[in-house]
Protein backbone atom coordinates (compact mmCIF):
# COMPACT_ATOMS: atom_id res chain seq x y z
CA UNK A 1 0.00 0.00 0.00
CA UNK A 2 1.64 3.75 -0.98
CA UNK A 3 2.25 5.67 2.78
CA UNK A 4 2.72 9.38 3.10
CA UNK A 5 4.13 11.24 5.58
CA UNK A 6 4.02 14.84 6.51
CA UNK A 7 7.13 16.22 7.19
CA UNK A 8 5.58 18.99 9.64
CA UNK A 9 3.51 16.82 11.83
CA UNK A 10 4.29 13.16 11.27
CA UNK A 11 0.50 12.33 10.06
CA UNK A 12 0.40 9.04 7.98
CA UNK A 13 -2.17 9.23 4.99
CA UNK A 14 -2.94 5.66 3.00
CA UNK A 15 -3.30 5.14 -0.88
CA UNK A 16 -2.31 8.84 -1.66
CA UNK A 17 -1.33 12.30 -0.21
CA UNK A 18 -4.01 14.76 0.37
CA UNK A 19 -4.69 18.23 -0.29
CA UNK A 20 -3.50 19.10 2.89
CA UNK A 21 -2.70 17.55 5.91
CA UNK A 22 -5.73 16.92 8.27
CA UNK A 23 -4.18 17.56 11.11
CA UNK A 24 -1.92 19.95 10.82
CA UNK A 25 -3.15 21.59 7.33
CA UNK A 26 0.53 21.48 5.52
CA UNK A 27 0.56 21.49 1.96
CA UNK A 28 0.75 18.18 -0.06
CA UNK A 29 4.11 19.22 -0.93
CA UNK A 30 5.18 18.45 2.76
CA UNK A 31 4.00 14.77 2.47
CA UNK A 32 7.03 12.54 1.21
CA UNK A 33 6.45 8.80 0.48
CA UNK A 34 7.59 5.82 2.40
CA UNK A 35 5.46 2.72 1.81
CA UNK A 36 8.26 0.87 4.25
CA UNK A 37 7.98 3.34 7.16
CA UNK A 38 6.77 0.29 9.54
CA UNK A 39 8.63 -2.13 8.72
CA UNK A 40 11.81 -0.11 8.93
CA UNK A 41 10.72 0.82 12.46
CA UNK A 42 10.37 -3.18 13.32
CA UNK A 43 13.56 -3.65 11.74
CA UNK A 44 15.57 -1.37 13.55
CA UNK A 45 14.63 -2.48 17.22
CA UNK A 46 13.12 -5.83 16.79
CA UNK A 47 13.18 -6.29 20.60
CA UNK A 48 11.02 -3.17 21.08
CA UNK A 49 7.69 -4.49 18.93
CA UNK A 50 6.05 -5.79 22.41
CA UNK A 51 6.44 -2.44 23.71
CA UNK A 52 5.00 -0.46 20.64
CA UNK A 53 2.80 -2.47 18.24
CA UNK A 54 -1.02 -1.01 18.93
CA UNK A 55 -3.73 -3.33 20.83
CA UNK A 56 -7.14 -2.81 20.11
CA UNK A 57 -10.37 -3.20 21.79
CA UNK A 58 -13.88 -2.86 19.54
CA UNK A 59 -16.53 -2.45 21.85
CA UNK A 60 -20.43 -2.00 20.52
CA UNK A 61 -22.25 -0.91 23.04
CA UNK A 62 -21.49 2.43 24.16
CA UNK A 63 -21.75 3.72 27.95
CA UNK A 64 -21.20 7.40 26.88
CA UNK A 65 -23.11 8.28 23.53
CA UNK A 66 -26.31 6.38 24.25
CA UNK A 67 -28.24 8.18 22.28
CA UNK A 68 -26.68 7.50 19.03
CA UNK A 69 -24.92 3.95 17.43
CA UNK A 70 -21.29 4.13 18.46
CA UNK A 71 -18.56 1.86 17.87
CA UNK A 72 -15.92 2.49 20.66
CA UNK A 73 -11.98 1.69 19.76
CA UNK A 74 -10.02 1.49 22.80
CA UNK A 75 -6.33 1.21 22.25
CA UNK A 76 -3.45 0.67 24.35
CA UNK A 77 0.10 0.78 23.50
CA UNK A 78 2.19 -2.20 23.35
CA UNK A 79 0.87 -5.96 25.05
CA UNK A 80 3.52 -4.72 27.64
CA UNK A 81 2.90 -1.06 28.38
CA UNK A 82 5.19 1.56 26.91
CA UNK A 83 6.39 3.97 29.04
CA UNK A 84 5.40 7.41 29.06
CA UNK A 85 8.56 9.59 30.54
CA UNK A 86 9.82 12.98 29.40
CA UNK A 87 12.72 11.13 27.37
CA UNK A 88 10.57 8.25 26.06
CA UNK A 89 7.10 8.54 25.17
CA UNK A 90 4.30 8.21 22.38
CA UNK A 91 3.57 11.19 20.77
CA UNK A 92 0.13 10.54 19.33
CA UNK A 93 -2.36 7.78 18.36
CA UNK A 94 -4.43 8.11 14.69
CA UNK A 95 -7.51 6.06 14.10
CA UNK A 96 -8.75 5.43 10.32
CA UNK A 97 -11.49 3.73 9.02
CA UNK A 98 -10.83 1.97 5.66
CA UNK A 99 -7.98 3.68 5.59
CA UNK A 100 -9.44 6.95 5.84
CA UNK A 101 -8.38 8.95 8.55
CA UNK A 102 -10.44 9.51 11.53
CA UNK A 103 -8.96 11.17 14.20
CA UNK A 104 -6.00 11.98 16.48
CA UNK A 105 -5.27 11.75 20.16
CA UNK A 106 -2.56 13.81 21.25
CA UNK A 107 -0.62 12.53 24.24
CA UNK A 108 1.86 14.19 27.11
CA UNK A 109 3.95 11.92 29.45
CA UNK A 110 1.61 12.73 31.97
CA UNK A 111 -1.32 10.01 30.45
CA UNK A 112 -0.82 5.80 29.84
CA UNK A 113 -0.41 4.95 26.23
CA UNK A 114 -3.69 5.20 25.24
CA UNK A 115 -6.60 6.30 23.23
CA UNK A 116 -10.34 6.05 23.03
CA UNK A 117 -12.47 6.96 19.42
CA UNK A 118 -16.04 6.77 19.26
CA UNK A 119 -17.07 5.86 15.69
CA UNK A 120 -20.05 7.29 14.58
CA UNK A 121 -20.24 5.85 11.08
CA UNK A 122 -19.96 2.01 10.11
CA UNK A 123 -16.52 0.42 8.32
CA UNK A 124 -15.14 -3.06 8.10
CA UNK A 125 -11.52 -2.28 9.20
CA UNK A 126 -9.97 0.49 11.86
CA UNK A 127 -6.17 0.94 11.42
CA UNK A 128 -4.56 2.24 14.40
CA UNK A 129 -0.82 4.29 13.98
CA UNK A 130 1.38 5.34 16.96
CA UNK A 131 4.68 7.56 17.06
CA UNK A 132 7.07 6.91 19.79
CA UNK A 133 9.49 9.55 20.26
CA UNK A 134 12.37 7.06 20.17
CA UNK A 135 11.50 4.07 17.90
CA UNK A 136 9.55 5.57 15.20
CA UNK A 137 6.05 4.67 13.71
CA UNK A 138 3.61 1.39 14.58
CA UNK A 139 0.85 0.29 13.36
CA UNK A 140 -2.37 -2.55 14.05
CA UNK A 141 -5.41 -3.05 12.08
CA UNK A 142 -8.93 -5.23 13.91
CA UNK A 143 -12.12 -5.48 11.51
CA UNK A 144 -14.95 -3.67 12.83
FE1 LIG B 1 9.33 3.60 22.39
Known amino acids: MNIFICKVCGHIEFNAAPGNCP???????????????FIESEE???????KHIPLIQIIRE?????EQKCTDVLVRIGEVLHPMEEKHYIMFIDCYLDYKYISRVMLTP?????????????????????????HGFWMAEASV
Open 44 to 50: KSKEAAP
Open 23 to 37: VCYAPKEKFEQNDKI
Open 110 to 134: DVWASGLYHLKKEGKKVTIVERCNI
Open 62 to 66: CHLIK
